[in-house]
């Protein structure tokens, strides 16, 4: 892709490259920002521009220098990137055997080692200590990249001795038109699709007219519910599969997603924002009408239900079936 050619966030953009041009790169940086804005494209596109075999200012943007190809591929003996998917804690016995073990060792092909750390966060606090001796005495030819959605989750020892590069949103019109080169969206869904990304080009890759179907359905069956049609909300928790084992906890999230959604739409359509502001467009007549009836106040107290029932389901292990039919009828109410 090219440093140059990634979307949005200029001005972070642009401070990267001012270090790389005035010799004045850090020995560890905190992108932070919003899950699915390309913090971590980001990262491995800088770690392409510090190693890169051609001078940066003769540097071509599709640059295909043996490093940067094998960068590219993560495939580069001095590039590493951790993820620890399906875990909720990065312990301490992980920073050492990825991190300390590993970052003062000479690089073997490069001018630097490149350590990413996604999800910097998700370090519990003996992981984070460890880690700040190594940020205390860093080696000079080693370069760490900790990737946060939630800075405030990283210690102050730690953010003290980092650059932190703020990375923020992507505009509308830019998603928009990577979008439009998008073969799997057509035409018509990408207004939708540009609203539920929330500038995350992430979530925006993610959405397809398959998703934007699957959310109209929910959508249309919510507005159908009632407190006395215990059939329509069997039928819904039904459609969800939200007892099948083959569906993991990010089916459980999208759903909730879809249902936050709708009650964020009940909410904006009650006190007449803009139109164009409401995710469920298409169905913006069927949800005035849906509102017509209700106070404001009961409208506002919604979000606290479902953020209760979320969190009774996916943390406290509640049956999902009495759960979500407790819910149902909350939100229906």
């Given at each position: 892709?090219?440093?140059?050619?990634?979307?949005?966030?200029?001005?972070?953009?642009?401070?990267?490259?001012?270090?790389?041009?005035?010799?004045?790169?850090?020995?560890?940086?905190?992108?932070?920002?919003?899950?699915?804005?390309?913090?971590?494209?980001?990262?491995?596109?800088?770690?392409?521009?510090?190693?890169?075999?051609?001078?940066?200012?003769?540097?071509?943007?599709?640059?295909?220098?043996?490093?940067?190809?094998?960068?590219?591929?993560?495939?580069?003996?001095?590039?590493?990137?951790?993820?620890?998917?399906?875990?909720?804690?990065?312990?301490?016995?992980?920073?050492?055997?990825?991190?300390?073990?590993?970052?003062?060792?000479?690089?073997?092909?490069?001018?630097?080692?490149?350590?990413?750390?996604?999800?910097?966060?998700?370090?519990?606090?003996?992981?984070?200590?460890?880690?700040?001796?190594?940020?205390?005495?860093?080696?000079?030819?080693?370069?760490?990249?900790?990737?946060?959605?939630?800075?405030?989750?990283?210690?102050?020892?730690?953010?003290?001795?980092?650059?932190?590069?703020?990375?923020?949103?992507?505009?509308?019109?830019?998603?928009?038109?990577?979008?439009?080169?998008?073969?799997?969206?057509?035409?018509?869904?990408?207004?939708?699709?540009?609203?539920?990304?929330?500038?995350?080009?992430?979530?925006?890759?993610?959405?397809?007219?398959?998703?934007?179907?699957?959310r109209n359905k929910i959508t249309e069956k919510l507005i159908s519910i009632r407190p006395d049609r215990p059939s329509e909300i069997f039928s819904l928790y039904e459609m969800l599969e939200l007892d099948s084992k083959d569906k993991g906890p990010e089916h459980l999230n999208n759903i909730f997603g879809i249902i936050s959604d709708w009650v964020r739409d009940l909410i904006l359509?009650?006190?007449?924002?803009?139109?164009?502001?409401?995710?469920?467009?298409?169905?913006?007549?069927?949800?005035?009408?849906?509102?017509?009836?209700?106070?404001?106040?009961?409208?506002?107290?919604?979000?606290?239900?479902?953020?209760?029932?979320?969190?009774?389901?996916?943390?406290?292990?509640?049956?999902?079936?009495?759960?979500?039919?407790?819910?149902?009828?909350?939100?229906?109410?």
């Amino acid at each position: 892709m090219g440093f140059n050619n990634l979307i949005g966030n200029d001005t972070s953009k642009e401070i990267l490259l001012n270090t790389l041009k005035e010799g004045r790169l850090s020995h560890s940086y905190i992108f932070s920002g919003p899950s699915g804005i390309g913090k971590k494209l980001f990262a491995i596109e800088f770690a392409k521009l510090i190693n890169c075999n051609a001078e940066l200012e003769n540097r071509p943007d599709d640059c295909g220098c043996s490093s940067c190809s094998k960068i590219e591929k993560m495939i580069h003996p001095d590039v590493m990137l951790f993820e620890y998917e399906g875990e909720k804690t990065i312990k301490i016995d992980q920073v050492r055997s990825d991190l300390e073990e590993k970052v003062f060792l000479s690089p073997f092909e490069s001018r630097y080692k490149i350590f990413i750390l996604d999800d910097a966060e998700r370090m519990n606090n003996n992981a984070q200590n460890a880690f700040l001796k190594t940020l205390e005495e860093p080696p000079k030819d080693s370069i760490i990249i900790l990737l946060t959605q939630s800075l405030n989750f990283i210690i102050p020892t730690i953010k003290s001795r980092c650059q932190i590069i703020n990375f923020t949103n992507i505009k509308n019109e830019d998603i928009q038109s990577m979008l439009l080169e998008n073969p799997s969206i057509d035409d018509q869904n990408i207004a939708t699709a540009v609203k539920l990304s929330r500038g995350s080009i992430g979530k925006a890759l993610n959405i397809d007219k398959d998703h934007i179907d699957f959310r109209n359905k929910i959508t249309e069956k919510l507005i159908s519910i009632r407190p006395d049609r215990p059939s329509e909300i069997f039928s819904l928790y039904e459609m969800l599969e939200l007892d099948s084992k083959d569906k993991g906890p990010e089916h459980l999230n999208n759903i909730f997603g879809i249902i936050s959604d709708w009650v964020r739409d009940l909410i904006l359509v009650k006190i007449e924002t803009d139109k164009n502001q409401i995710i469920n467009e298409g169905n913006y007549t069927e949800i005035s009408e849906y509102v017509s009836g209700k106070s404001l106040i009961s409208l506002l107290k919604k979000p606290e239900q479902l953020e209760s029932s979320w969190y009774g389901i996916s943390v406290l292990n509640a049956n999902k079936k009495l759960a979500f039919e407790d819910l149902m009828i909350k939100l229906s109410a």
